[in-house]
């Protein structure tokens, strides 16, 4: 079983991404139960602005994303947060992957169907349950499954302070969740993969 965690900081390599690390929790759970995982940190890329799967334009870098998508039976989008919303990083993956909603495989299903998901979030200030309720509400809407308490956060609570690799406060609570998180994304990907959903009635 493979997992792809699309990390949507707005830092580039190598600069250390605090989304990320608390995402390698949720990973490093996901190891202990055999699953392969990929990370992407999307503001490397040449991701270029769109709504469709294909090349926009020559070098747009989102159809490989979008085969790591189609390879992967769990995905994990990993935002912080500014100004209580996702980053505009995430924004632009979730609007490429728009695509998905009208691509099917090879049973006439949707292609994210079968599929489960769920979301990291980190920021130094309130919002988190913002953010994850946006960016799994556009999972849910291209067909991927949101198994229950299919996120984690760390978030130090309303206005500026320290980041979450700078600040041990909450953390055993956000990993706690964060282990769950991928304990419930494993348990239904695999009950998905036992017993598949079937295509939407005609």
């Given at each position: 079983?493979?997992?792809?965690v ?7 390599s ?23 995982v990929e990370?992407v940190r ?12 294909e090349?926009v334009?020559?070098g747009d ?6 085969e790591?998508?189609?390879?992967a ?14 980053s505009?990083v ?7 992957m728009?695509?998905?909603?009208s ?5 006439d299903?949707?292609v ?15 919002g988190?349950?913002?953010v ?10 291209i ?7 299919a ?9 500026p ?25 494993y ?11 079937g295509?939407p009635?005609?």
């Amino acid at each position: 079983m493979k997992a792809l965690v699309i990390n949507c900081t707005l830092k580039k390599s190598p600069d250390p991404s605090n989304t990320e690390a608390l995402a390698r929790v949720v990973t490093e759970q996901l190891e202990k139960d055999g699953v392969s995982v990929e990370f992407v940190r999307a503001v490397d890329l040449s991701i270029e602005p769109g709504v469709v799967s294909e090349a926009v334009r020559e070098g747009d870098a989102w159809p490989g994303v979008h085969e790591k998508l189609l390879d992967a039976e769990i995905l994990v989008i990993a935002s912080p947060t500014w100004l209580g919303r996702p980053s505009s990083v995430a924004q632009q993956v979730l609007e490429r992957m728009d695509a998905m909603l009208s691509e099917t495989d090879d049973e006439d299903r949707p292609v994210a169907y079968n599929r489960v998901a769920g979301v990291v979030v980190t920021g130094n200030e309130d919002g988190a349950h913002h953010v994850i309720s946006e960016i799994q509400g556009a999972l849910a809407d291209i067909g991927y499954t949101i198994p229950g308490q299919a996120w984690t956060y760390w978030h130090l609570g309303p206005g500026p302070g320290p980041d979450y690799l700078d600040d041990e406060k909450g953390r055993d609570w956000s990993h706690r969740t964060g282990r769950a998180m991928a304990a419930n994304l494993y348990g239904v990907a695999r009950a998905l993969a036992e017993r598949p959903v079937g295509p939407p009635p005609g």
